[in-house]
């Protein structure tokens, strides 16, 4: 897939194909059911554990049970060639290109114009980690190590820089002046962890001004 340019897509209202009914299959749709998108998964046979999930989701879905067919690729905003099959993810793969739709093939990354990457994250911070596709395994490795290392108090560091933030930004200041950098070794999350709310507010805007 050459190299890779990591983006966080929002998913909301996009249309999803998913085509394939296995394990894979499965694996892609778990990753994307959190997001209130348009979903639809064509396979001639779909295994119990994705035919449970699709009944469990909130986000709207249609399931086809048939072999996909290159009009499905209608109105398709991300496609994820994912059957058993290699030449018919080619196939996904060629048609999606050639309308200019992302695709990601699950049998050869060299096709896909788009990857999965291993998420690691608390509260409302997310890291993405990707080690390319000669060792597909060691990204989610790293991502768990991440996921270890993120402090616990990290989402009410991020409530309370959006509130400072927002103050700053009302008051006239730039937000490429705001020194993110300096937060991060200052002791606002030792506060936080000791419960001094008011203190570490007060030591964040002191980083950042």
């Given at each position: 897939m050459g190299s890779a340019y990591l983006v966080a897509l929002n998913l909301a209202r996009l249309n999803v194909l998913v085509v394939g009914g296995g394990e894979v299959a499965l694996r892609k749709v778990r990753g994307l059911c959190p997001s209130p998108l348009r979903l639809v998964v064509v396979a001639p046979d779909i295994c119990p554990g994705l035919t449970q999930l699709l009944e469990e989701v909130e986000c709207e879905v249609a399931i086809l049970e048939r072999k996909f067919l290159p009009s499905d690729l209608a109105d398709c905003q991300l496609v994820f060639a994912a059957t058993s099959d290699r030449f018919v993810n080619a196939e996904i793969s060629r048609l999606c290109k050639k309308k200019g739709v992302l695709v990601n093939n699950v049998s050869d990354s060299g096709l896909s114009t788009f990857g999965n990457v291993a998420l690691a994250g608390r509260g409302g911070v997310t890291v993405g980690v990707?080690?390319?596709?000669?060792?597909?395994?060691?990204?989610?490795?790293?991502?768990?190590?991440?996921?270890?290392?993120?402090?616990?108090?990290?989402?009410?560091?991020?409530?309370?820089?959006?509130?400072?933030?927002?103050?700053?930004?009302?008051?006239?200041?730039?937000?490429?002046?705001?020194?993110?950098?300096?937060?991060?070794?200052?002791?606002?999350?030792?506060?936080?962890?000791?419960?001094?709310?008011?203190?570490?507010?007060?030591?964040?805007?002191?980083?950042?001004?």
């Open positions: 990707s080690s390319g596709s000669k060792v597909p395994g060691f990204s989610k490795a790293l991502g768990k190590l991440i996921d270890e290392i993120l402090p616990a108090e990290i989402n009410s560091l991020l409530a309370i820089a959006a509130e400072v933030r927002s103050k700053a930004l009302s008051s006239g200041v730039s937000a490429s002046d705001l020194d993110w950098e300096k937060v991060m070794s200052s002791p606002v999350l030792e506060l936080i962890r000791a419960g001094e709310i008011v203190r570490a507010e007060e030591s964040l805007t002191e980083c950042l001004f």
